[in-house]
């Protein structure tokens, strides 16, 4: 009897558990994507980067003479419906670990196995389980280097090769059309411009892989905190769909600690921020929606999105250059660089007094390599009511963050038009992604801060004293 494989954040043919084992199980395997919330994410950005990667796991398993069956709804229902119409005994998958994904998984597992059918999770997405790491006193970890310390040493098995032969059935369930889901469908700014800045695939994530590891991880140190530099592997977006596995990102990463390349541990650090970000989210669901520290719901964070100061952040218009170039950088391309993503949740959580809610949401509106865990945690962490999260009274200063990173303001002129004579070609794409009802434009002064850096660092410090808890 076939297996149906049942794909979702491991779009994937190498180095997959489920997919290796679905192969080996003997019979036909019958590939499948879902479309629905769970995996979806509820953000348009999100939606078509998704709908790009779908496209191209289907394409490599025709290239190996299967197929990928495209069904939409509830889960359960549509693959008891398939099992009917193709006579499946088992249903294989990799895991997810956010609250709205294991609920889902819990569910469809449990009835499945009353059905006699064989329903087995594998671990694809993660290099660690969230229940195999603990502390020496037992629990989750909550502070990160700890839980650095206690697995950087952990033998990771080598990743597993794309199947040689994946069984093909010798008739094919009906598969819906990708381009009728229409995922590119709420992209108000415009698909086709970050389009062009998307990497798409396994194939893609494998060289980018490559030639970051080449070329950039032995300046990792460094080259990392500079945004106007592609100074890291950009590979989140690609790690986000699982289109690579972080098991061969980690290995490739060992690999380069042995050959002495100098940012290599460094880089391996971060792999494992993503790991710690799951396992919180694993452990403290509600990570992802509440503040993880619950005494924080008392501070006096403005939730109005209406706000205009709300409005200057999300368009770019805050008169803070830092600000303002990151917000457009993740408008045009959908994706942001690592410092500035800390420098504008700073700005919007501390200088603006916002609740770090409506920063996440814009974020899973525009990011490509949105993700549950690592968003709810750059959140809470920049807001300083996450776990391990830098303390609210220590607020980055946008300005000399932009003197020390962007000395010679080359990610300011990359994304800022105004003021310039000749603005750059990045700068003026931002100006054609957004809408008109935003009444700006390139030939615009540029602003004066709505809240400038020394005002909001004694506006946040005010606001945290006298804070209720
Ligand atoms: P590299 O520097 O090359 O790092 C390699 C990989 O390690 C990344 O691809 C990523 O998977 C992981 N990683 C690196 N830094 C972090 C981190 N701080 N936390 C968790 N994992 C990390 N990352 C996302 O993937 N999706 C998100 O939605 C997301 N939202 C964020 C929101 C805020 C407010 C902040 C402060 C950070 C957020 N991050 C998020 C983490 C980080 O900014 C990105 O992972 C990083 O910029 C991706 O670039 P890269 O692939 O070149 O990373």
């Given amino acids: 009897r076939p297996v149906l494989m049942w794909f979702r954040r491991d779009l994937r043919l190498g180095d997959n558990p489920a ?32 709908g790009l990667s779908v496209e191209s796991l289907a394409k490599s398993l025709e290239e190996k003479g299967s197929r990928l069956i495209l069904r939409r709804g509830d889960a359960l229902p549509t693959l008891r419906k398939l099992i009917e119409e193709t006579g499946a005994g088992a249903v294989y998958w990799s895991r997810l670990y956010d609250p709205d994904a294991i609920d889902r998984d819990t569910k469809v597992k449990e009835a499945l196995k009353e059905d006699g059918i064989e329903a087995e999770s594998f671990r694809g997405h993660l290099l660690f389980e969230p229940w195999t790491v603990e502390t020496k006193t037992g629990g989750f970890y909550k502070v990160y280097t700890p839980m650095w310390k206690a697995v950087k040493g952990t033998d990771i098995d080598a990743p597993l090769s794309r199947p040689g032969k994946i069984p093909a059935p010798d008739t094919w369930p009906d598969s819906d059309n990708l381009a009728d889901w229409h995922l590119a469908k709420d992209m108000r700014r415009g698909a086709d411009i970050v389009a062009r800045y998307v990497t798409v695939g396994e194939d893609a994530a494998s060289s980018r892989l490559g030639s970051f590891i080449a070329n950039g991880i032995a300046d990792y140190d460094t080259a990392r905190n500079l945004p106007w530099k592609e100074g890291t592997s950009h590979l989140s977006e690609n790690l986000t769909y699982g289109e690579i596995s972080p098991r061969t990102c980690w290995h490739s990463g060992i690999r380069a600690r042995e050959e002495g390349k100098g940012g290599a541990e460094t880089w391996l650090k971060e792999l494992v921020w993503r790991e ?194």
Avoid at 27 to 47: C, K, N, S, T, Y
Avoid at 311 to 321: H, L, S, V
Avoid at 338 to 350: D, F
């Fill in 19 to 50: 997919l290796t084992a679905a192969c080996k199980r003997g019979g036909p395997v019958i590939p499948v994507f879902l479309h629905d919330e769970v995996v979806d994410g509820q953000g348009a950005a999100p939606r078509f980067r998704l």
């Fill in 276 to 469: 710690f970000a799951y396992h919180l989210v694993y452990h403290t669901p509600r990570i992802t929606t509440a503040n993880w520290r619950e005494d924080w719901d008392a501070f006096p964070w403005n939730e109005d999105e209406r706000k205009a100061e709300v409005k200057a952040w999300k368009q770019g218009r805050t008169g803070i250059r830092f600000v303002d170039a990151a917000m457009r950088e993740m408008y045009v391309t959908g994706h942001m660089h690592n410092r500035a993503r800390m420098i504008v949740a700073s700005y919007l959580t501390k200088h603006l007094l916002c609740h770090w809610k409506i920063g996440l949401d814009w974020f899973e509106e525009h990011l490509i390599d949105w993700d549950p865990a690592s968003n709810a945690l750059g959140w809470q962490w920049s807001a300083g009511s996450g776990p391990d999260a830098t303390p609210y009274f220590r607020v980055f200063n946008p300005v000399t963050q932009l003197d020390k990173f962007d000395k010679n303001r080359d990610y300011v002129s990359a994304w800022i038009a105004e003021g310039y004579d000749s603005p750059s070609k990045t700068a003026l794409e931002y100006f054609q992604a957004i809408p008109e009802h935003w009444h700006m434009s390139p030939n615009d002064p540029y602003l004066d801060p709505i809240v400038t850096a020394d005002e909001g660092r004694k506006r946040a410090l005010n606001a945290y004293e006298n804070r209720d808890f």
